[in-house]
């Protein structure tokens, strides 16, 4: 069977483009994802040791970097670190947040672009789309903290309607943080949505109306269960990029707000602990791998109905 197969990819994409693919692909998975997730996890069992006394005696395995993350420094008063589990369930709710704020708002586009006949409109609008996304997402990230400042577009805007007397801190409100985050992956959301409803049948959506269905029933029973596989897809999308975001909550974060990545990027670059910053990126890593999984096996969707 695997023979078959592998004869078949090659007789539809030749020989020199199919192996290109093979040995891409290949160095795409192991290379950039596999080896160094291996690396980071293997760094999250060690020792935070100076180099000349890495790979000596004292550099073995030990889960006190996991431990750390669960119960704080040796002498904490607390029973838990409190600190850093509160902002890594902070991050984990915000993410989510951001990513059912982003299909509220991109499942009407997505609708309306997979469903439109074409025309000048849906290439405008998909342009519109695209072109915000040519600058840079930090220049994106500082652009939102400039709107949504003390003297920025919308504080004046309401002062001048007259529908506030004093500027509203947006940043310490984490307003700014949740619009930036909803902007950065909007695209990641509309268009696996809209890959799938442009297939539906557009003569369903009509029997289910000339039938008197109302527009909630037909997207309940018809357009939302054909493209499950699409909002999967950009679902997952969204909240892993959302739970591993560095830029904007550097950038938009209020004085309070604290990203369980600002954690991690501290403890690698500013306390040079890299063991237990790998230790905490791959706390993250798993739990929103395990997070996505059960929320697909509880609205029932496979891993390859995301891949279609």
């Given at each position: 069977?695997?023979?078959?197969?592998?004869?078949?990819?090659?007789?539809?994409?030749?020989?020199?483009?199919?192996?290109?693919?093979?040995?891409?692909?290949?160095?795409?998975?192991?290379?950039?994802?596999i080896l160094p997730q291996i690396s980071m996890f293997d760094f999250s069992f060690r020792n935070h040791l100076p180099p000349p006394e890495m790979g000596g005696p004292k550099d073995v395995y030990t889960l006190k970097n996991y431990k750390y993350l669960i119960f704080?420094?040796?002498?904490?008063?607390d029973a838990y670190n409190k600190t850093d589990l509160a902002v890594f369930g902070k991050t984990l709710l915000a993410a989510a947040f951001v990513t059912i704020l982003d299909l509220v708002l991109c499942y009407p586009i997505a609708y309306y672009l997979g469903q439109s006949r074409g025309g000048g409109l849906t290439r405008v609008l998909v342009l519109f789309l695209i072109i915000p996304y040519w600058i840079n997402e930090i220049l994106r990230a500082f652009a939102f903290r400039i709107i949504f400042g003390d003297s920025g577009v919308i504080n004046e805007m309401m002062m001048f309607l007259g529908l506030i007397d004093s500027p509203i801190d947006f940043i310490r409100e984490n307003v700014a943080l949740y619009a930036g985050l909803g902007y950065?992956?909007?695209?990641?959301?509309?268009?696996?949505?809209?890959n799938v409803i442009e297939s539906l049948d557009r003569n369903q959506i009509e029997a289910a109306r000339d039938m008197g269905a109302s527009w909630v029933k037909i997207h309940r029973r018809i357009v939302i269960p054909y493209a499950k596989p699409g909002i999967s897809s950009g679902c997952t999308m969204v909240f892993m990029l959302s739970a591993g975001a560095l830029a904007a909550p550097q950038i938009l974060g209020g004085p309070s707000s604290l990203w369980f990545t600002q954690i991690i990027y501290q403890w690698f670059n500013q306390g040079g602990n890299w063991?237990?910053?790998?230790?905490?990126?791959?706390?993250?890593?798993?739990?929103?791998?395990?997070?996505?999984?059960?929320?697909?096996?509880?609205?029932?969707?496979?891993?390859?109905?995301?891949g279609k």
């Open positions: 069977m695997g023979n078959g197969l592998l004869k078949d990819f090659f007789k539809r994409n030749g020989t020199v483009m199919g192996w290109f693919l093979i040995i891409a692909v290949t160095f795409w998975v192991v290379v950039l994802i704080g420094a040796e002498g904490n008063p950065a992956y909007i695209l990641l959301m509309i268009f696996p949505m809209y063991p237990q910053g790998s230790a905490f990126a791959a706390v993250l890593l798993a739990t929103c791998i395990f997070i996505v999984l059960a929320v697909m096996r509880i609205f029932k969707v496979n891993m390859g109905d995301i």
